[in-house]
Nanobody, 126 residues
Framework: QVQLVESGGGSVQAGGSLRLSCAASGRTFSDLSLTWFRQAPGKERQFVAGITWTGISTRYGESVEGRFTISRDNAKNMLYLQMDNLKPSDTAVYYC???????????????????WGKGTLITVTS
């Protein structure tokens, strides 16, 4: 079992920055590929960014490419999402998710994830 707890959510003005964190526990962190998803009110869940268990490969959703950066710290069992130049369209609940040793293609699919956090709300005001 893996437990995931997101933090760092809040409200920010457009153009600002936030960093989300996801603390993982319960299994060897270095075996996990990790992904951020988000879901805005009334919309479907959307892939945001993912990083493979090796840390070598990262993937980004088209709408956040160039503005968001995903990273991991295996020593601290932590996943991060640095979000810069935020837009009102980034407003959503952000979820951390994990699966085992999948590929850079596998990290983009929600159906591949075994574990999910409860989410943290980001509100971007114009």
């Amino acid at each position: 079992q893996v437990q995931l707890v997101e933090s760092g959510g809040g409200s920010v003005q457009a153009g600002g920055s936030l960093r989300l964190s996801c603390a993982a526990s319960g299994r060897t962190f270095s075996d996990l590929s990790l992904t951020w998803f988000r879901q805005a009110p009334g919309k479907e869940r959307q892939f945001v960014a993912g990083i493979t268990w090796t840390g070598i490969s990262t993937r980004y959703g088209e709408s956040v490419e160039g503005r968001f950066t995903i990273s991991r710290d295996n020593a601290k069992n932590m996943l991060y999402l640095q979000m810069d130049n935020l837009k009102p369209s980034d407003t959503a609940v952000y979820y951390c998710a994990a699966t085992y040793k999948t590929t850079s293609q596998g990290i983009i699919a929600a159906e591949n994830m075994y574990y999910w956090g409860k989410g943290t709300l980001i509100t971007v005001t114009s």
